[in-house]
């Protein structure tokens, strides 16, 4: 089960900390990720994490800018995104893979997802 929460507006150049309580993800060697839509775009692969040794993965576009996260002994996924940019506005889902490995960050190689939480950056 995926259960996001922490979205919200804000303006540009601020600061929100996504969270997902992921259980039977975070404490074992999985991939767990945050895909995010845009009104009117395909998702696109934001970040995702190995939890079996904290590899992390972040699309181009939110490098050095996002920071994906996991605490094992809350079965929970962060993503804090700092010096948000309106083009950051989107539907953010958590998303889960039962695999030790992942060949990407796209959308399609996660079969688990969260209702998502709406982020609006003005």
């Known amino acids: 089960q995926l259960v996001e929460s922490g979205g919200g507006s804000v303006q540009a150049g601020g600061s929100v900390r996504l969270s997902c309580v992921a259980s039977?993800?975070?404490?074992?060697?999985?991939?767990v990720a945050w895909i995010r839509q845009a009104p009117g775009e395909g998702r696109e692969g934001v970040a995702s994490?190995?939890?079996?040794?904290?590899?992390?993965y972040y699309a181009d576009s939110v490098k050095g800018r996002f920071t994906i996260s996991h605490d094992n002994t809350k079965n929970t996924l962060y993503l804090e995104m700092n010096s948000l940019k309106p083009e950051d506005t989107a539907m953010y889902t958590c998303?889960?893979?039962?695999?030790?490995?992942?060949?990407?960050?796209?959308?399609?190689?996660?079969?688990?997802w969260g209702q998502g939480t709406q982020v609006t950056v003005s």
């Open positions: 994490i190995y939890t079996g040794t904290d590899r992390t």
């Open positions: 039977g993800f975070t404490e074992s060697g999985n991939y």
């Open positions: 998303s889960g893979r039962y695999s030790s490995s992942c060949p990407g960050l796209g959308a399609a190689y996660f079969g688990y």
